[in-house]
T-cell receptor, first 113, second 113 residues
Framework: EPEVTQTPSHQVTQMGQEVILRCVPI?????FYWYRQILGQKVEFLVS????????KSEIFDDQFSVERPDGSNFTLKIRSTKLEDSAMYFC???????????FGQGTRLTVV | DQQVKQNSPSLSVQEGRISILNCDYT??????FLWYKKYPAEGPTFLISISSIKDKNEDGRFTVFLNKSAKHLSLHIVPSQPGDSAVYFC????????????WGLGTSLAVNP
């Protein structure tokens, strides 16, 4: 069964460093998303991406964040200068349409020290 | 303001019994709802959805009920199995073109053998 895959599963980085979280969405999906969940808090929407551009972003997704679909299969989230409060589980998701359920990857645990 | 609330952080049920997970929402702009299940160290997986034009949707052991007048939905699992032990999230897409999901905090279900 097709699935969304994310790498790495765990990333430890020093504050101020750049990180890139990678995702391979399901191949025939057209909508891509990043969500995060800080320990003990809600799952929060970060950004949605469609037709090679950001279609919506939350207030969390500031200038330190960027997304890219560098080729036909990968979807990346870059955090330019990480802060301690960026420590969270980051989930990538994809869906066929904007009105269909999203399928999630297993997540990348980002720890900023 | 669109919000989704799951007021019970945890639920414990005996194997074979019914599990009922509840979710409330704050306004009528949601036009469908989804339930996701999440195991530790994994991403959320889609479980079942319900459109706002229905009051019930059933899929095997899982049934979701929607009470629009009360702005309340519930997920019933019958019979509950130990493998159902997970965190269950209620989510609804925000009205608008891009359908970002608004999530509840989740309810941790423990099914005891």
């Amino acid at each position: 069964e097709p699935e969304v895959t994310q790498t790495p599963s765990h990333q430890v980085t020093q504050m101020g460093q750049e990180v890139i979280l990678r995702c391979v969405p399901i191949s025939n999906h057209l909508y891509f998303y990043w969500y995060r969940q800080i320990l003990g808090q809600k799952v929060e929407f970060l950004v949605s991406f469609y037709n090679n551009e950001i279609s919506e972003k939350s207030e969390i997704f500031d200038d330190q964040f960027s997304v890219e679909r560098p080729d036909g299969s990968n979807f990346t989230l870059k955090i330019r200068s990480t802060k301690l409060e960026d420590s969270a589980m980051y989930f990538c998701a994809s869906s066929k349409g904007s009105y269909t359920e999203a399928f999630f990857g297993q997540g990348t645990r980002l720890t900023v020290v | 303001d669109q919000q989704v609330k799951q007021n019970s952080p945890s639920l414990s049920v005996q194997e074979g019994r019914i599990s009922i997970l509840n979710c409330d929402y704050t306004n009528s702009m949601f036009d469908y709802f989804l339930w996701y299940k999440k195991y530790p160290a994994e991403g959320p997986t889609f479980l079942i959805s319900i459109s706002s034009i229905k009051d019930k949707n059933e899929d095997g052991r899982f049934t979701v009920f929607l009470n629009k007048s009360a702005k309340h939905l519930s997920l019933h699992i019958v019979p509950s199995q130990p493998g159902d032990s997970a965190v269950y999230f209620c989510a609804g897409p925000r009205a608008g073109n891009n359908r970002k999901l608004i999530w509840g905090l989740g309810t941790s279900l423990a099914v005891n053998p």
